[in-house]
Structures are given as C-alpha cells and as structure tokens.
C-alpha cells in the first residue's frame, strides 16, 4: 500500500514538473541600432514589400534586447479587408545569431474584435488569447523556423451571428 502511493506520489510530481518551469524569456542579445533596424526592414520588405511600411501596418525599431518588428492588426484588417477592429498590435523581438539565423520572440496577447452591421442586425466577433508565448529559431536559408516552442492559455472565441436559421420547416428569407 505504502509503496503504491509513494509510485503514485512520485509520478505526479514529475508529471507536473512542467507546470512549474520557467515561463519563455527571449534570448540575451545586445540592444538593436537605426542601422541594424534598416537592415532589418529590408529584409522583411524583401519578402513583403515596402507597402506594409509605408502604411504603418509593420515597423522595425531598435529594441535594448535587439530589434522589435511590430504587426498592427486593427490598421491592416481596415486596409486589406476594410474591415474596423479592435486589435491589439502583436510585436515580436528578434535578435541575430552568429548562424546568420534569428531568434524570435513574442509574449503579447493577441485581442481582436469587430461588429458589422447585417440588414438591420449587427453581427459581433471576438477573439483573444489572454496568456500566450512563441520562441523560435528562424532561419532566412529555409524560411522556416528550425526550432520553436510556446503555449497559449485563456483562448475565448465569441460570435453573435446576425443572421440565424430558421425553425425546422419554416421559410428562408434573403
């Protein structure tokens, strides 16, 4: 009896262990320069063009842990999809690596919500994930990432749908 319970005690614990480990931090690196921040955009604009930049929907700034690409969802859902939203802009800090790879990382929470109007009835969407990391070795030779971990916790997804179907054998209306 006493040694089932101390094998059932032990295989809890290291069952939870990973529930204790340390939350993702982004690699060391020194702080990001102007120069280091061009360069960065022209790379990325070399596979997304320089119009996301012009339109603000995408910057890359010094950072002190290397350079921050930030994405702003609200501004590129109006301009490509012409849809208004709330979003929170994601922003990602990446660091070169004497591999000539990246490192990558984020831990913003993602938030999005918008309303259209449907006839006279507004459809509503929300989306959010309160608590969510990704860190990751990108490298430009694959355009892959060659190592990634995260998580993602408290995802909430609600949608009032303006438009419903009717009962059972009722008419459809357009």
Same mark, same amino acid.
């Given at each position: 009896? *006493? @040694? @089932?319970?101390?094998?059932? &005690?032990?295989?809890?614990? *290291?069952? =939870?262990?990973?529930?204790? +480990?340390?939350?993702?931090?982004?690699?060391?690196?020194?702080?990001?320069?102007?120069?280091?921040?061009?360069?960065?955009? +022209?790379?990325?604009?070399?596979?997304? &063009?320089?119009?996301?930049?012009?339109?603000?929907?995408?910057?890359?700034? $010094?950072?002190?842990?290397?350079?921050?690409?930030?994405?702003?969802?609200?501004?590129?859902?109006?301009?490509?999809?012409?849809?208004?939203?709330?979003? =929170? $802009?994601?922003?990602?800090?990446?660091?070169? @690596?004497?591999?000539?790879?990246?490192?990558?990382?984020?831990?913003? $929470?993602?938030?999005?919500?918008?309303?259209?109007? *449907?006839?006279?009835?507004?459809?509503?969407?929300?989306?959010?994930?309160?608590?969510?990391?990704?860190?990751?070795?990108? =490298?430009?030779?694959?355009?892959?990432? @060659?190592?990634?971990?995260?998580? *993602?916790?408290?995802?909430?997804?609600?949608?009032?749908?303006?438009?419903?179907?009717? $009962?059972?054998?009722?008419?459809?209306?357009?």
């Amino acid at each position: 009896m *006493v @040694r @089932r319970l101390l094998t059932t &005690t032990a295989l809890v614990a *290291v069952l =939870a262990l990973p529930a204790y +480990a340390e939350p993702l931090a982004p690699e060391p690196a020194p702080a990001g320069t102007r120069e280091e921040a061009a360069a960065l955009r +022209a790379s990325l604009a070399a596979y997304v &063009t320089q119009i996301p930049f012009e339109k603000g929907i995408l910057t890359a700034e $010094p950072d002190p842990a290397g350079q921050r690409v930030t994405f702003d969802t609200a501004l590129f859902l109006k301009d490509y999809f012409g849809v208004e939203a709330k979003a =929170a $802009p994601m922003s990602f800090l990446v660091s070169p @690596r004497a591999d000539g790879d990246w490192n990558v990382f984020t831990n913003d $929470p993602i938030r999005v919500s918008f309303d259209t109007k *449907v006839g006279e009835q507004v459809q509503a969407f929300e989306y959010s994930q309160g608590e969510q990391a990704f860190k990751g070795i990108f =490298a430009p030779s694959l355009f892959a990432y @060659r190592e990634v971990e995260g998580f *993602v916790r408290d995802t909430v997804n609600i949608q009032n749908e303006a438009v419903g179907l009717p $009962p059972l054998g009722g008419p459809v209306q357009f």
